[in-house]
């Protein structure tokens, strides 16, 4: 079966914005969405890198505030950022796909960004770390480092 079981497919332009984050690193962060016919997941934002190369995790990891404002209190999205840390053995990065599906969405809406995710993930090839969020505190940065750092 191509595509996905929901029949939505994943627009061109979310697969060349993705290659365009991985590449050049100019794009912080993606919030991805459904067009409004729900005939595919296009890009609705994309969150520029503001702080240089060299700057601290801290720094490089503001944006993820910027994104947390891109996911609507009542609708789903997906998300792809790539998040900074430190280790002993030094500075890491690691990208993350999102999943916003938050409680007080419709359960249509819910069922529809469940059904496409997997079609969105094949499509975004070399993400290994994925989170499910249905609210924000699930999206705590300094969580989501705590447990990176403690699995190292």
Request: aromatic residues 8%; hydrophobic residues 40%; contains cysteine.
């Amino acid at each position: 079966m191509s595509g996905s079981a929901s029949g939505v497919k994943v627009d061109n332009s979310v697969i060349e914005k993705f290659h365009e984050f991985k590449i050049k690193k100019q794009i912080g962060y993606l919030v991805l969405g459904f067009s409004d016919d729900i005939s595919k997941i296009v890009v609705l934002k994309e969150g520029a890198n503001t702080a240089p190369q060299n700057a601290p995790p801290d720094d490089k990891n503001k944006k993820w505030a910027d994104m947390l404002e891109y996911l609507p209190e009542n609708d789903v999205r997906y998300a792809i950022i790539d998040m900074f840390y430190e280790t002993k053995e030094g500075l890491r990065t690691e990208i993350y796909f999102i999943s916003w599906a938050p409680d007080t969405a419709t359960i249509k809406r819910k069922m529809l960004c469940a059904s496409s995710k997997d079609a969105l993930k094949n499509a975004l090839q070399g993400i290994r770390n994925h989170l499910q969020a249905t609210c924000k505190s699930d999206l705590d940065l300094a969580a989501i480092i705590n447990d990176k750092v403690k699995s190292k």
